[in-house]
């Protein structure tokens, strides 16, 4: 396996599918045709059945302390949502396990399945033993009660499930010999996989090996367990064969995590000069069908945003999770980011045009010159000198024309817990592992480049691993814009205690010293606390007589602190804009009100075509963090970003309110928005 992109674009990467094993079997898995169902008869000899683990909480936004019902490996007497796995079947070849799958018969008595969030509140639950379909609940600050404020606004959007689709579906490969599971994945987290192996097969974690493949792409959908790698692996140990899976990229859209998939209401209390006084939101997620970590916190972190980058004094949040009868919702680029940050850019467009003033000026008046932490507990950076920085370097024209949109925004990056790192010196070269690690995102060109810095070993000395658990035995993942930051860091106290080993037993420093003996280092270094950025895009677009889009140019100003690899990091800002502009106008995983999707290929689920793209202009900037190599978060920011700045543009262009993603044909055709669900009332 490679981490060098340049032998990956030569197809020179070994990914899961090009793994090969003696005796190797390939796994179907059978899946529920129903979003809601008991079932009345699954054929005993279907694999898995005698499979009775619940998936803990893993990878990003997994959260202690939160209860619910947990996903259960294979459904046993119950379907809950469609694509949910029953069992699954073995062959020599893929072309006969499908053939095998195709005969399974299973008996179901269907029943009325949770669809809407609206549903959700005001049915009886899905899950015997609850009260309710509310998940989790939070409140966030305190009470606004009646201001008696000249400018109360208040509006309802809604934000639709996407999935990730990355160009490599999940898929993992499993082996059990001599007592040991071995896993290789197309993963974002080997740690996350390890975990939740051992929490479900009831194995030590010494007695499971995770390695990641070259991995084509996840965007969040890649980093945490799923029932599909529990039952494989349960298979290589009963079969005691190699077993393989990959989705297909109909499973990938029905039975993968989806994104997004939130609701909110937000009120603003503001006076005529365009200033908030007091911000009020009531979140809803449609979490799905169990609890998996992070739909059941999700609410919290959007809640937690919802001030956005600006001093606001006075908040107060009202945030639900409610269990539906659909796969449940997971992390995807942004994971919660996305939706605050639209919740209160929207806002801020609705006062300007409530108060007649530029959407600029009124985010101005919002902005603070110092570093604050808002009612809800995020903390601020300084965001009016970084707004007057932005309008000039975009540059961004006062008032804005018709046609271009402008959005102000934080970066909340998953800093903690830290992050793992090892440096192995042997045979005249340096390999490296870090836990968070690569799956399209160049992480081996900043790796080289802080080691090169550091120790002044030459990049093609230099051998990075992809994770793997036996040669890095602790590590988190790579999700949340985190990377360069926590892996970073971990990566430079590493080469720094490499450094002072060798000094200490050598009596000094020099590439003979370390090249030429053996030397091993392994450490967790841990982080805590808030490592927030802030970032802007203004977007310009066009709509033709036939409600087609063009968006004709993003320009994008984040503060990135130290770049340590300048073209990968503009590589990620022009992809994730694609993304954003793909998620904004026509990306969607859309249900009926039986529970079936009914965006079931790449052909209708809304992805944009790789060209034309369009153009997008990157400017850096901002002082180092305090943090070691001194990056901040970037991958994320895109998506967070342009939404609501396409939104915008699109708004001025159509001359009505746009509250809803992706924005509906009719709206770009210039009709109504869409009143499919009432607002909900804020409630203390």
Not at 155 to 161: E, G, L, M, S, V
Not at 325 to 350: C, Q, S, T, W
Not at 454 to 459: A, D, I, N, Q, S
Request: aromatic share 4%; net charge negative; proline share 8%.
């Amino acid at each position: 396996m490679t981490t060098d992109p340049v032998g990956l674009i030569r197809g020179k990467g070994r990914f899961l599918d090009d793994l090969r094993f003696p005796d190797l079997l390939h796994l179907k898995v059978l899946r529920s045709i129903h979003a809601r169902a008991r079932l009345l008869k699954v054929p005993p000899t279907l694999l898995g059945r005698d499979l009775h683990a619940v998936l803990p909480s893993t990878g990003e936004g997994a959260a202690a302390g939160l209860t619910g019902v947990g996903e259960p490996a294979v459904a046993q007497e119950e379907v809950n949502y469609v694509g949910q796995p029953i069992g699954a079947v073995v062959a020599p070849t893929l072309a006969e396990a499908e053939d095998l799958a195709a005969e399974v018969d299973v008996e179901y008595d269907p029943l009325p399945p949770v669809v809407t969030l609206r549903q959700a509140l005001s049915s009886p639950p899905i899950h015997a033993g609850l009260s309710s379909n509310v998940m989790t609940e939070f409140t966030l600050g305190e009470p606004v009660g009646d201001l008696g404020a000249p400018v109360v606004l208040e509006d309802r959007f809604q934000i639709a499930r996407v999935a990730a689709n990355p160009l490599e579906t999940r898929g993992a490969l499993a082996l059990f010999e001599g007592g040991r599971l071995t896993l290789y994945a197309s993963t974002q987290s080997v740690y996350s996989v390890r975990g939740g192996l051992s929490q479900s097969l009831g194995l030590p974690p010494e007695a499971i090996r995770v390695v990641q493949t070259d991995t084509g792409g996840a965007f969040g959908s890649k980093g945490s367990l799923y029932p599909e790698y529990v039952l494989l692996a349960h298979t290589a140990m009963r079969t005691g064969r190699p077993v393989k899976w990959i989705e297909t990229r109909r499973e990938h859209l029905t039975s993968s995590r989806h994104g997004r998939g939130t609701e909110g209401h937000v009120r603003l209390h503001a006076g005529r000069d365009g200033r908030v006084q007091a911000l009020e939101g009531d979140i809803l997620v449609d979490a799905g069908a169990y609890l998996c970590g992070l739909n059941g916190s999700t609410p919290r972190f959007i809640g937690y945003q919802l001030t956005g980058p600006y001093g606001i004094p006075r908040a107060f949040v009202h945030a639900r999770s409610l269990y539906t009868n659909k796969v449940p919702l997971g992390p995807y680029r942004g994971a919660g980011r996305p939706e605050a940050a639209f919740l209160i850019e929207r806002m801020m467009d609705r006062l300007a045009d409530e108060l007649g003033l530029d959407p600029v000026e009124v985010r101005r008046r919002n902005t603070t010159e110092a570093p604050t932490v808002s009612p809800l507990g995020l903390q601020l950076p300084p965001s009016r000198p970084f707004l007057e920085e932005a309008v000039k370097a975009l540059p961004c024209p006062s008032p804005l024309p018709q046609g271009a949109g402008f959005c102000l925004f934080v970066l909340v990056p998953a800093l903690a817990p830290g992050e793992g790192a090892r440096l192995l010196a042997r045979d005249g070269k340096l390999e490296v592992g870090v836990g968070s690690h690569n799956h399209g995102q160049a992480h081996g060109a900043w790796t080289r480049s802080l080691l090169t810095e550091e120790l002044g070993v030459p990049p093609e000395r230099i051998v990075v691993h992809n994770a793997d658990t036996d040669f890095l035995s602790r590590g988190i993942g790579s999700w949340g814009s985190r990377s360069a930051m926590a892996g970073g860091a971990a990566l430079v106290a590493a080469a720094r205690r490499l450094r002072r080993q060798v000094e200490e037993r050598t009596g000094g420093f020099d590439l003979d010293r370390l090249l030429g003996g053996e030397w091993d280092v392994t450490l967790f270094e841990p982080q805590s606390g808030q490592m927030n950025s802030l970032g802007a895009n203004v977007v310009r677009a066009r709509v033709d007589d036939l409600g087609r889009v063009t968006v004709e140019e993003v320009l994008a100003y984040y503060d990135l602190g130290r770049v340590l690899v300048p073209a990968a990091a503009e590589s990620q800002v022009v992809g994730g804009t694609l993304q954003a502009i793909g998620e904004t106008l026509s990306e969607e995983v859309a249900y009926d009100l039986n529970g079936q999707v009914l965006t079931g290929s790449l052909a209708d689920a809304g992805l944009l075509p790789s060209s034309p793209a369009t153009p997008v202009r990157v400017e850096f900037h901002g002082a180092p963090s305090p943090i070691p190599p001194g990056a901040k978060g970037v991958g994320e920011s895109p998506t967070v970003g342009v939404p609501p700045a396409l939104v915008r543009a699109l708004e001025g262009l159509l001359r009505h309110r746009i509250t809803d993603l992706p924005v509906r044909p009719a709206q770009l055709l210039g009709g109504p928005r869409p009143e499919a669900a009432q607002a909900l009332p804020v409630e203390p």
